[in-house]
């Protein structure tokens, strides 16, 4: 857990060793997420880790959809030979996610579209 979360503020910030400001970070209750060296390190990076309330779906729900688009549309399409080749390619999956994946809450456009459209006079 601790190695995922490295690489995402790596993939988003660049090599840092403390983020510039405190960000929070969201999860589930999951023991990875609560685990004291899991939260200790999220601290120490520059994040502060928040738990979603327990037994509340609606909380979780925008995080466990998100997910289950990623396993649908990338992970179980793509041939993967072990956890490595997927956490070496989940970059470039959220950066199609973002920029080219259609939502069908937002209109079917990707969230770069719908937020460039709502930024738009």
Not at 45 to 54: K, M, S, W, Y
Not at 57 to 72: D, L, W, Y
Request: charged share 25%; aromatic share 8%; hydrophobic share 35%.
């Amino acid at each position: 857990m601790r190695d995922l979360i490295i690489t995402a503020v790596e993939n988003r910030f660049g090599q840092v060793n403390r983020l510039p400001e405190t960000i929070e970070w969201l999860s589930d209750n999951g023991s990875g997420y609560i685990a004291h060296e899991t939260r200790a390190m999220a601290r120490d990076i520059g994040l502060e880790p928040r738990t979603t309330p327990v037994r509340s779906p609606q909380s979780n729900g925008m995080a466990e959809a998100f997910v289950k688009t990623i396993k649908r549309d990338y992970i179980r399409v793509s041939p993967l030979p072990d956890a490595r080749t997927v956490m070496e390619r989940l970059p470039l999956w959220i950066e199609h996610y973002n920029s080219l994946h259609p939502h069908k809450a937002l209109g079917y456009r990707s969230p770069c579209e719908f937020i460039a459209d709502q930024t738009q006079p």
